[in-house]
């Protein structure tokens, strides 16, 4: 019978004697819920976890493309489809999506997610060459330019992440998990460029039409598990590898929110996590904001939760915003120390 192990993350200044760090940032817990397949939960304290899952739990990540671990970063999303459901690919000419890249930088994203194929519900697949042309000239541009953020290319294909990567690309995020394109891992191996591995169930064509899951939380736990061994033994370092739930792909609303409820589950990983709420489907649902463009306050509410549950990186759309509530969450809980 596999355990499951949650910490009860918290961030309150009355910090006891003997609480642990959380990915050695300054989340603390002290107690953890004890989670069995189809069985009972139980909460127990954290002195009696078994010694390998609290060093899990409790070490510092190691920095990702020069950016630390211990405080979140901000990843600034810039699609260059025509279809993206959220800025609706309006930046596809190269000068105006590097103008739009460097404002995003400057409003305060400390990397920057570029995709050229829409990974929305219902969307198709992009061929390779002409996601290398979505992506590969803004790349360059942006280097060319000067432009130093981390770039993150949002790409399932091993290809597109190569040609990315040459072009001046820093970080690898695979919605697939290899699943699209299992040439994805020896790139990241060969590379060393830093890689995200998110869970998706079903392909974007598909993904929305019936999810189901045993038990999504642990669902999504095993497969990020077993995706990150994958990585291991094709030769990525764990150091390089940051792991993502997938809120929206495959997933029903109860779905996303049981994930995000439970989210400091994935710290049992011990790797970085990256989570992305940002406009998407179940915030447009739960407030009643059809419009995506119109739900920055709802992302930054789900958001500010995934802080307060130790996510290393945030990926949003609307950076000043994130930003602002971002400094002010950190703020309150630097002050406490
Ligand atoms: N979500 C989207 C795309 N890429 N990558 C990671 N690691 N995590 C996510 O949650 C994630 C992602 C979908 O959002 P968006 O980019 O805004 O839409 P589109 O699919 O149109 O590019």
């Not at 009972?40 to 009696?48: G, K, L, N, V």
């Not at 995003?104 to 990974?119: K, P």
């Not at 949003?316 to 703020?331: F, G, N, S, V």
């Amino acid at each position: 019978m596999t355990l499951y192990h949650r910490p009860i993350a918290q961030t309150d200044a009355a910090r006891p004697k003997g609480a642990l760090p959380l990915a050695g940032g300054p989340i603390w817990f002290d107690r953890v819920e004890r989670i069995e397949r189809n069985g009972p939960r139980a909460i127990m304290p954290a002195q009696e976890l078994p010694d390998d899952v609290t060093e899990r739990l409790i070490a510092p990540r190691a920095d990702i493309a020069g950016l630390s671990m211990a405080r979140p970063q901000l990843m600034g999303v810039l699609n260059l489809t025509p279809d993206s459901f959220s800025d609706g690919g309006v930046f596809n000419a190269p000068d105006i999506a590097v103008e739009r890249a460097r404002a995003i930088t400057a409003e305060g994203a400390s990397i920057l997610d570029l995709g050229g194929e829409s990974t929305r519900p219902g969307a198709e697949t992009v061929p390779v060459d002409a996601e290398i042309e979505r992506t590969v000239p803004i790349i360059r541009a942006l280097r060319d330019s000067g432009h130093e953020v981390p770039i993150s290319i949002d790409t399932r294909k091993a290809p597109v992440a190569r040609a990315a990567l040459e072009a001046g690309a820093t970080i690898l995020n695979d919605v697939s998990a290899f699943s699209f394109d299992p040439d994805m891992a020896r790139v990241a191996a060969q590379t060393g460029a830093p890689i995200c591995l998110m869970h998706a169930q079903g392909d974007p064509a598909t993904m929305q039409d019936d999810p189901v899951y045993d038990d999504v939380l642990l669902d999504v736990y095993d497969f990020l598990q077993a995706r990150l061994e994958r990585a291991l033994a094709a030769g990525v370092d764990r150091s390089q590898i940051i792991l993502d739930p997938g809120i929206g792909f495959g997933k029903t609303v109860a779905h996303n929110l049981a994930l995000i409820r439970g989210l400091s589950l994935f710290h049992g990983l011990g790797c970085p996590i990256l989570l992305g709420v940002s406009r998407k489907r179940f915030i447009g649902t739960l407030a009643d904001v059809p419009e995506a463009s119109a739900r920055a306050p709802g992302s930054v509410a789900v958001g500010l939760e995934g802080l307060r549950q130790g996510v290393q990186i945030l990926r949003a759309h609307d950076i000043k915003e994130h930003r602002q509530a971002m400094l002010l969450w950190q703020a309150i809980l630097d002050n406490q120390q």
